[in-house]
């Protein structure tokens, strides 16, 4: 038996058509990831000052060093022994959460892009990736602005990324987190249009270059799967609709939603399978609305050394 393998993979080799391992792609909302160190940018202030040891989070270096412990933890499970390629993280406060984190998942095999948004609490989105597999090619902040009555409002940027993977497919990443429902569904829509706007244009951007491009837009879009960006196709609404109300990776009020979605262009899109990360261990019991749900670092402000409030999504794309 072991002959007729060798032969086989040969024969593969040979004519040139071993596919290459599928390249695996998560996002993750990893809530409040913060550096214990009070932070500015560009001399002023960051609103971090419950993530530190003196808030009212009693944030230590120990509790953070968990926190990045554990988030690594969940991209080594979800990679097996492989390891995620990229993962597009949102609620990272800085560089140093960065660093510390690609550390932690494997010393030297890691990398990040990301760039300090204009936030007031300076949670911001980034990307890491493993450099064996990727080679960045360009990257880019795109920076919403919201108008409203009383002036322009602040939110976080849109990273992009064009990459080299495995030396021969140009891709095209997005990492998004979208402002959040506070003061209600419809009354916040108007600010996660705009943000969208301003995606949308970036997406349009990238296929006036290139027609064919293999585009992956991700994050947390803080509202239910649409199909409302022109181009890219929602792969988590055939998802999240296959078992209505169940499948998700949040959980608020004993309701699970999936805010936090994959969009892929045409080019990609068929190369690609998604699924929602739920091991059990990264759940606790939903002693209020029964089943479980996912284990956060605080509930309320009882610290519990939890993971999120949200479940990673994953993608893998066997590109050829």
């Not at 995620?84 to 960065?98: P, S, T, W, Y």
């Not at 006036?208 to 947390?220: N, W």
């Amino acid at each position: 038996m072991r002959k007729v393998v060798i032969i086989g993979i040969f024969l593969w080799a040979s004519a040139g058509i071993i596919p290459a391992e599928p390249l695996r792609i998560v996002s993750y909302n990893v809530e409040n990831l913060f550096h214990p160190a009070h932070d500015s940018v560009a001399g002023e202030p960051k609103d971090d000052w419950e993530w530190t040891p003196e808030g009212e989070r009693r944030w230590t270096y120990t509790r953070y060093g968990r926190k990045v412990e554990n988030i690594a933890r969940v991209l080594t499970d979800i990679g097996e022994w492989d390891g995620v390629d990229i993962a597009g993280l949102q609620e990272v406060e800085n560089a140093r959460c960065l660093r510390n984190l690609c550390y932690t998942l494997r010393r030297g095999e890691y990398d990040f892009v990301h760039y300090e948004s204009p936030d007031t609490r300076g949670i911001d989105v980034a990307l890491i990736y493993k450099k064996a597999r990727i080679d960045t090619i360009r990257t880019e902040n795109l920076t919403p602005t919201l108008s409203c009555g009383e002036g322009e409002l602040v939110t976080r940027d849109i990273l992009y990324v064009c990459a080299l993977a495995d030396k021969k497919d140009t891709l095209h990443l997005f990492v998004c987190h979208l402002p959040s429902q506070r003061g209600g569904t419809a009354e916040s829509e108007w600010k996660r249009t705009a943000v969208k706007e301003v995606l949308q244009r970036g997406i349009d951007s990238v296929y006036t270059l290139h027609p064919d491009a293999k585009i992956i837009v991700m994050g947390d879009f803080n509202g239910a799967p649409k199909e409302d960006l022109r181009g890219v196709r929602n792969l988590m609404k055939g998802l999240s609709d296959q078992v209505p109300g169940t499948a998700g990776t949040h959980k608020y009020q004993g309701r699970w939603s999936c805010l936090d979605q994959f969009y892929t262009s045409p080019a990609i899109d068929s190369l690609c399978t998604v699924r929602i990360y739920n091991a059990e261990w990264i759940m606790e019991t939903d002693e209020k609305h029964l089943g479980l749900k996912p284990m956060r670092t605080y509930n309320g402000f009882r610290y519990q050394n939890g993971f999120s409030d949200h479940l990673p999504i994953v993608l893998e794309a066997q590109l050829r």
